[in-house]
Every structure is written in structure tokens, then in C-alpha cells.
């Protein structure tokens, strides 16, 4: 079935790819670095095929705590939103040196829920992402954490990644996270559980899996992937969801070597 997953690559042109808390997070919480050096070359070899990317990367709390340890354990929500504040100024600049050694440009997007609600901005956004893309600029988005409240925030990077699929007519998203793909139960608790490589219908997937909480890092989860893909699959960008922490895994994806779960666009 990767095979599914190499033809979908394959046909887009126009790819968004969300990366989680969890692929850009070491074991002991801090950046992975490393990740992020191999990540930018891999997109060099997509962009030199002829592809268009826009990254949304999240990362900021994590990177904060790379650079102020000390905060790590503070719960109060202005500690939280400062640490995103400085992480993200961290965030960005490796992502800047891993890309610059790739001969690339990157551009940050910061936005919220109301970014998107407001017809003159959300216009704004998607001109500019045209604009840097040709340009072969690398985009990079976030949601804008050390401003944002209940009200105005989307929450979490899976439907960011989405509405920004969306907005700039993508033709596939892909999200990173620290699984494989959807499972039929946690794969992690249950060795029964067994990967669904390919979903063609959402009502049926939800109706015949257990969906489990978020992980340490992240604020997501199977949930918020799902939402992902029943925002996408209706204006026809398929969505895949594979494990960020296996080795070269955008490369992998493309030449159908690993494997991951491909929402399809029915015909």
C-alpha cells in the first residue's frame, strides 16, 4: 500500500507538512536538532523535483525549554506564553541554519484562529505564501502561542496545518508525528493493533478504532488528525499521516518505502 503513499506524493505538487511537538522533541524534551538538519535536505530533494513546500512547524514550548530550562516546569499561563515567545525566536533560527545549509531561504508565518476567520487577512496569507513559494522560499507557520487565548486560538498544529492546506490550495498535507500511522487500538498498549494504511471513508474509520489522549509533548492526538483530514478531504487534498522519527522519512515516503496512513480523495 505504500505504493499509495509514493503515487500521492508523486501527483502533488503543492505539499504541506506539519511537524510535531514529539518528532522535534529529544527524550529529555530539548530541540532535535539533528532531525531538523535532516529534515531541511530531504525537502531540498523534493523542492529540486519540482515540488512547492510549506512547513508548519511546531516546536516553540519545546525549543523554550532547550533555552531556559528553568521554566520547564511552570504551569502559569504568561510563563507558558513567554516561553513560547523565546522558543519560537530559537525555533526559527535552527530551522533558518538547517535550510541555509540547503541553499534555502525561510519566511515565518505567525496566526491564530482570526487569521483565518477574516476574509482581507486570510487573502493576505495566502498571497504571501504564493509569493514566497515562487520566490523558493520555504514558509514556515505556527500559531502566534504567546498571544493567543481560548477565543482566538486554533490549538493545535494538525488543524493549523489543515486551514493552511486549505487556504493555499495544496495538493496533499502531510503530518509527522510519533506513530505510523492510525492504528485499529493504541499500538503501544494493544500488540493486536493493526495500521490502517488507507482511508476512504471517515465516519467508517471513526466507528471502528479507539481514539486514545494526547501525548506529553504534543496537543494533539488521533483526534485532531482526523479533524486534519475531514477539513481536507473535502476540498480534495488528500492527507498522510506517517512517523516522523523514522530515519529520512519524507525521502522514504516518496521513493513508497515506509509505510503511513493515506486519507484518500474519493473520485
Known amino acids: 500500500m505504500s505504493e499509495n503513499i509514493k503515487q500521492a506524493i508523486k501527483d502533488a505538487r503543492k505539499i504541506v507538512i506539519k511537524i510535531g511537538s514529539n518528532t522535534l522533541a529529544k527524550e529529555d524534551g530539548t530541540q532535535n536538532t539533528e532531525f531538523m538538519v535532516s529534515f531541511a535536505k530531504q525537502c531540498k ?70 487569521d483565518f476567520e477574516n476574509e482581507h487577512r486570510s487573502l493576505n496569507i495566502r498571497n504571501t505564501l504564493f509569493t514566497l513559494v515562487d520566490e523558493g522560499v520555504v514558509p514556515i507557520i505556527n500559531e502566534n502561542d504567546s498571544v493567543s487565548f481560548d477565543e482566538i486560538k486554533i ?12 487556504l493555499w490550495s495544496a495538493d496533499l498535507l502531510i503530518l509527522f508525528s510519533d506513530i505510523d500511522g492510525i492504528y485499529s487500538d493504541n499500538p503501544k498498549t494493544n500488540p493486536e493493533a493493526k495500521l490502517i494504511e488507507v482511508v476512504e471513508s471517515i465516519p467508517e474509520l471513526r466507528s471502528s478504532i479507539k481514539i486514545g489522549e494526547t501525548n506529553s509533548f504534543g496537543t494533539g492526538g488521533i483526534e485532531t488528525k482526523i479533524q486534519a483530514a475531514e477539513k481536507t478531504i473535502p476540498y480534495g487534498i488528500p492527507l498522510l499521516l506517517a512517523n516522523g522519527g523514522v530515519e529520512n522519512v519524507l525521502t522514504k515516503l516518496a521513493e513508497g518505502s515506509q509505510v503511513g496512513t493515506l486519507f484518500q480523495v474519493k473520485d
Open 45 to 114: 530533494k523534493l523542492i529540486d523535483a519540482g515540488k512547492q513546500i510549506v512547513l508548519v512547524s511546531s516546536g516553540a514550548g519545546v525549543a523554550g525549554v532547550s533555552t531556559l530550562n528553568g521554566w520547564a516546569r511552570k504551569k502559569d499561563v504568561h510563563y507558558r506564553q513567554a516561553l513560547c515567545s523565546i522558543g519560537q525566536v530559537e525555533l526559527m533560527h535552527q530551522w533558518r541554519m538547517a535550510f541555509g545549509a540547503e541553499g534555502l531561504h525561510i519566511g515565518q508565518l505567525l496566526l491564530t484562529k482570526d
Open 155 to 166: 490549538g493545535d498544529n494538525d488543524n493549523l496545518s489543515a486551514l493552511t492546506s486549505i
